[in-house]
């Protein structure tokens, strides 16, 4: 089984910044594409960013230059990095994989930002 915990989440003001981890145990993390999504009230969950096994990149054309993805394959865990926050950037941001088929979810961590 396939467990994501995803934290980091917090209130922050305009400008400011949150770093997301996520901790990835049940899978060959290693080899594995990561994802960050999110939600906020009333929308449909987004990708905000991928990273590959190889380390390559993708962003969500609102985040990019602002967010960026990384991992650390020997402790198995995902990051965030998020900087210029905005209030549009305000969701549950949920950690993502997939492994043999099926789609695994962290429980999400709450970013908030106040204007």
């Known amino acids: 089984q396939v467990y994501l915990t995803d934290s980091g989440g917090d209130s922050v003001q305009t400008g400011g910044s949150l770093r997301l981890s996520c901790s990835a145990r049940g899978l060959n993390f290693g080899i594995a594409t990561m994802a960050w999504y999110r939600q906020a009230p009333g929308n449909q969950r987004e990708m905000v960013a991928q990273?590959?096994?190889?380390?390559?990149?993708t962003y969500a054309d609102s985040v990019k230059d602002r967010f960026t993805i990384s991992r650390d394959n020997v402790r198995r865990n995902l990051y965030l990095q998020m900087n210029n926050l905005k209030p549009e950037d305000t969701a549950v941001y949920y950690c993502f994989t997939q492994n043999r088929g099926r789609d695994f979810w962290g429980r999400g961590t709450q970013v908030t930002v106040s204007s």
């Open positions: 990273i590959t096994r190889d380390h390559a990149t």
